[in-house]
C-alpha cells in the first residue's frame, strides 16, 4: 500500500478490504476500506455511537437504465441505498448515521459535453440521495481533475484520501 500521510497501518487485528466498483462492503468486525477512485464515487456510512460502517464504490449516477440490469450496484441509487441496508444489518442505528464522500473527478483534459460528465453527475447522484435518506456529509472530497485513493476504517471512521496523478494539463 501506497503512503498516505497520516495514516499507520499497524493494527493487525484490522481486516483489510479492497473494494472494486460495482461493491458495497461492511461489517461488524473493524475493518479498513481501500479503494480507488477517478470519476467513480464512494460514500461511507459510519455509526460513530455503535462504531460501524461500510463504503461503496459506484460507476454510474442514478438508476440502472434497464429494470433486468444485470449489476445494479454499479449505479448511485441502488449502490447507496444497499449501503445503508448492509450498515443498518451490523447494527447501526439509522438517527446516528453520517456519510463522507469522495471521488467525481473530471479525469480528461478535453472539454466534455454535459451528459457525459459522469463525474458530476455521480456527485450529484450522492448528495441528492443522501439528502433524500437525510443523512447528513460530514466530510467530502469531491470533483477536480484527479483520482484518489481512499482508506476508511470501518469501527473508527477516519478517513485519509490521497489524490493521484497530476492534473490532465501536465500530462501532456
Not at 14 to 37: C, I, K, S
Not at 105 to 127: D, F, K, S
Not at 143 to 169: D, N, Y
Request: glycine share 10%; with cysteine; net charge neutral.
Amino acid at each position: 500500500m501506497s503512503v498516505i500521510e497520516g495514516f499507520r497501518d499497524d493494527d493487525s487485528t484490522v481486516l483489510n478490504q479492497y473494494v472494486l466498483p460495482g461493491q458495497v462492503f461492511a461489517g461488524a468486525a473493524p475493518t479498513r476500506y481501500v479503494t480507488v477512485l477517478g470519476s467513480c464515487v464512494a460514500v461511507c456510512l459510519f455509526d460513530p455511537v455503535r462504531q460501524v460502517g461500510g463504503l461503496n464504490h459506484f460507476l454510474l449516477p442514478g438508476l440502472p437504465q434497464k429494470p433486468d440490469e444485470a449489476e445494479p450496484l454499479r449505479w448511485g441509487v441502488p449502490s447507496i441505498a444497499h449501503l445503508l441496508e448492509q450498515v443498518l444489518a451490523v447494527g447501526a442505528q439509522r438517527g446516528a448515521l453520517q456519510a463522507k464522500v469522495f471521488g467525481g473527478a473530471q479525469i480528461t483534459a478535453r472539454a466534455v459535453p454535459e451528459p457525459m460528465r459522469i463525474g458530476q453527475r455521480n456527485i450529484e447522484t450522492a448528495l441528492a440521495e443522501l439528502d433524500r435518506l437525510r443523512i447528513a456529509v460530514v466530510n467530502q472530497s469531491l470533483g477536480g481533475a484527479l483520482g484518489r485513493k481512499i482508506i476508511f476504517e470501518s469501527h473508527t471512521g477516519m478517513v485519509w484520501a490521497k489524490e493521484l496523478g497530476r492534473p490532465p494539463q501536465e500530462r501532456a
